[in-house]
């Protein structure tokens, strides 16, 4: 809990990846994004029901999973309480480059103005998502902990959001060409001379195409190269290795970063949730963490 009762709400999304534990620990205002599968819609509930890798061992078996935007109403439903009890509302949403649900936040906020002029709703586009999102609202939310004012907090997420990165590669290149990403030529040669995609979170809040390499022993070691040329004070920070039911590899990710950052304060290993792990596949692994500034 904060150490001083701010003025406001402090909220996310759950497109932030971050883990239920987090959220209970520190009580963070969430919005529970959904998903579609097999027909059946769900909310991504931050790892709560334990289902991750049944998640990913049913993509593995064929099922697609469809992501969707949250309608303006469901916005409003979680709002407008804050407003009712006095309260304004700082909200760190995932990038708006890689859905509109950003406009439904917007329209909103339009919709509550009317009806509450003295609230204030100030949005932030972290121009990320998974771990760089929660990266930065764990910092973040770090100041609100301390009492610092809503304009401050934004001011510091706005500074600081294109040093969080990610870099992230796939196992298989047909959930890359399902969601658009890469042409199915691109994919069947990919395929067949098992090039393994680099991807990064660009400047725009994109995911896109950094290099690509062969092999996936070859990607894990550019990964690893990659973070130890970005990474800044890597003794004051955790970084955080995200992977779609693919433990080995991110412990061997791990291994290899250590290699090259031994002064790394820690390492957390997670699964991706439903949303960046729908578009990716079950095989994706990432290392994410503050840097410099994006290179792409």
């Given at each position: 809990m904060p150490?001083?009762?701010?003025?406001?709400?402090?909220?996310?999304d759950s497109d932030s990846d971050l883990p239920y534990r987090y959220v209970d620990e520190l009580k963070i205002t969430m919005v529970y994004m959904p998903y579609m599968l097999d027909g059946q819609e769900y909310l991504d509930d931050l790892g709560r029901s334990g289902k991750q890798k049944e998640y990913f061992d049913n993509m593995r078996q064929g099922a697609v999973p469809i992501t969707s935007l949250l309608p303006t109403v469901a916005y409003v439903e979680y709002f407008e309480p804050c407003f009712?009890?006095?309260?304004?509302?700082?909200?760190?949403?995932?990038?708006?480059q890689l859905s509109g649900t950003i406009h439904n936040i917007y329209a909103a906020r339009e919709e509550l103005m009317v009806k509450?002029?003295?609230?204030?709703?100030?949005?932030?586009?972290?121009?990320?998502?998974s771990a760089p999102q929660f990266i930065l609202v764990l910092r973040a939310y770090e100041l609100y902990?301390?009492?610092?004012?809503?304009?401050?907090?934004a001011a510091w997420t706005e500074e600081n959001k294109l040093n969080a990165q990610a870099w992230v590669t796939v196992e298989d290149l047909k959930y890359l060409r399902r969601g658009g990403r890469i042409s199915a030529v691109t994919a069947t040669m990919g395929t067949m001379m098992d090039l393994k995609p680099i991807i990064v979170e660009s400047r725009e809040g994109k995911m896109v195409n950094a290099d690509k390499v062969r092999g996936r022993k070859a990607a894990l070691r550019y990964i690893a190269d990659k973070t130890a040329e970005n990474i800044l004070n890597p003794e004051d920070q955790t970084l955080i290795i995200m992977h779609g039911d693919t433990m080995e590899d991110a412990a061997r990710l791990e291994a290899l970063i250590r290699e090259r950052v031994p002064d790394l304060k820690a390492v957390e290993i997670m699964f991706v949730g439903p949303v960046?792990?729908?578009?990716?596949?079950?095989?994706?692994?990432?290392?994410?963490?503050?840097?410099?500034?994006?290179?792409?």
């Open positions: 150490d001083k009762e701010p003025g406001y709400v402090f909220m996310t009712q009890a006095g309260k304004d509302i700082l909200f760190l949403a995932f990038s708006s509450y002029p003295d609230r204030r709703l100030v949005v932030v586009d972290t121009l990320s998502i902990r301390q009492g610092k004012a809503l304009d401050d907090v960046i792990g729908a578009h990716c596949g079950p095989g994706t692994v990432a290392a994410c963490f503050l840097g410099k500034e994006r290179p792409l």
